[in-house]
């Protein structure tokens, strides 16, 4: 059964930090690139940031480059989301997923190329 469980969530201040993991299980999860997405209220969810299955290329969202930071430990099937200097414009629902797409260097930005998701974990901003 194919599993990705998010976990590392809440509440912060502004200028905090927090890091986000997604355990998965169920899929040869070294074989995947891996992706954080985010769905704030009243918005549709938006790319965030991805990484490849080999760790050689990560690419971010222009809201979050400098801020964030994705990385992946293959021998736990853990892929993490590092975030610094948030901001409240961050609050949202964060959620990774998996995607068999491309080669060793891909980097899916589009939800449609990511085949397994998560449930989601919440994290508010306060000012």
């Known amino acids: 059964q194919v599993q990705l469980v998010e976990s590392g969530g809440g509440l912060v201040q502004a200028g905090g930090s927090l890091r986000l993991a997604c355990a998965a299980s169920?899929?040869?999860?070294?074989?995947?690139?891996m992706g954080w997405f985010r769905q704030a209220p009243g918005k549709e969810r938006e790319f965030v940031a991805a990484?490849?299955?080999?760790?050689?290329?990560?690419t971010y969202a222009d809201s979050v480059k400098g801020r964030f930071t994705i990385s992946r430990d293959n021998a736990k099937n853990t892929v993490y989301l590092q975030m610094s200097s948030l901001k409240p414009e961050d609050t949202a629902v964060y959620y990774c997923?998996?995607?068999?797409?491309?080669?060793?260097?891909?980097?899916?930005?589009?939800?449609?190329?990511?085949?397994?998701w998560g449930q989601g974990t919440q994290v508010t901003v306060s000012p």
């Open positions: 169920g899929f040869y999860f070294s074989d995947y690139a």
């Open positions: 997923a998996a995607s068999r797409s491309g080669g060793r260097y891909s980097v899916p930005r589009a939800e449609s190329l990511y085949v397994n």
């Open positions: 990484l490849s299955w080999s760790s050689d290329s990560t």
